[in-house]
T-cell receptor
């Protein structure tokens, strides 16, 4: 079992929908949680970075962490075609206190007009 | 613009050839990383440098070498390229407590 599981999708939604992207993990030592967005043929870019359970909001994006369930989510409100990309979760602080992040494989999101 | 710059953007190599991928960051970050990204495999860490003067192996180091030339630059070398090294390579840098900043990638094809 991989340390971080993420459904590859693709997830296809109509414009304006609320999108939920998720990762599950097995190592309770993870303390820091990040979400990256990667457009086709581009490098990943950091969207959200949180280190605690609960919600963190930034515009249309909300990152949610549930450490008790080892489950993290990224919600996108009022989704736009420009949100079409691959979203990767990344977790830090795994076994041995490593600060090399473990990435999920990414979920492909398609927002159609 | 501040960020991570990778060169070249594209490269085609013949099996057995060597090449060096260059990476430079201007954000004064201590840590730098090289990843490869393959379909269905996600990002896999090749090598990293936690600080100037140090380098460590990541998940998939075989067939690669790295040099942390100074705080700004971190290069990745393929000594004898193989078709299995066909991939997209990303360099990234990070400051303590911060997220990664990635370069735009190098698309490498080995024929």
């Amino acid at each position: 079992q991989k340390e971080v599981e993420q459904d590859p999708g693709p997830l296809s939604v109509p414009e304006g929908a609320i999108v939920s992207l998720n990762c599950t993990y097995s190592n309770s030592a993870f303390q820091y949680f990040m979400w990256y967005r990667q457009y086709s043929r581009k490098g990943p870019e950091l969207l959200m970075y949180t280190y605690s359970s609960g919600n963190k909001e930034d515009g249309r994006f909300t990152a949610q962490v549930d450490k008790s369930s080892k489950y993290i989510s990224l919600f996108i409100r009022d989704s736009q075609p420009s949100d079409s990309a691959t979203y990767l979760c990344a977790l830090l602080g795994g076994s041995g206190g490593s600060y090399i992040p473990t990435f999920g494989r990414g979920t492909s999101l398609i927002v159609h007009p | 613009n501040a960020g991570v710059t990778q060169t070249p953007k594209f490269q085609v190599l013949k099996t057995g050839q060597s090449m060096t991928l260059q990476c430079a960051q201007d954000m004064n970050h201590n840590s730098m990383y090289w990843y490869r990204q393959d379909p269905g495999m996600g990002l896999r860490l090749i090598y990293y440098s936690a600080s100037e003067g140090t380098t460590d192996k990541g998940e998939v180091p075989n067939g690669y070498n790295v040099s942390r030339l100074n705080k700004r630059e971190f290069s990745l070398r393929l000594e004898s390229a193989a078709p299995s090294q066909t991939s997209v390579y990303f360099c990234a840098s990070r400051t303590a407590g911060g997220g990664y900043t990635f370069g735009s990638g190098t698309r490498l094809t080995v024929v």
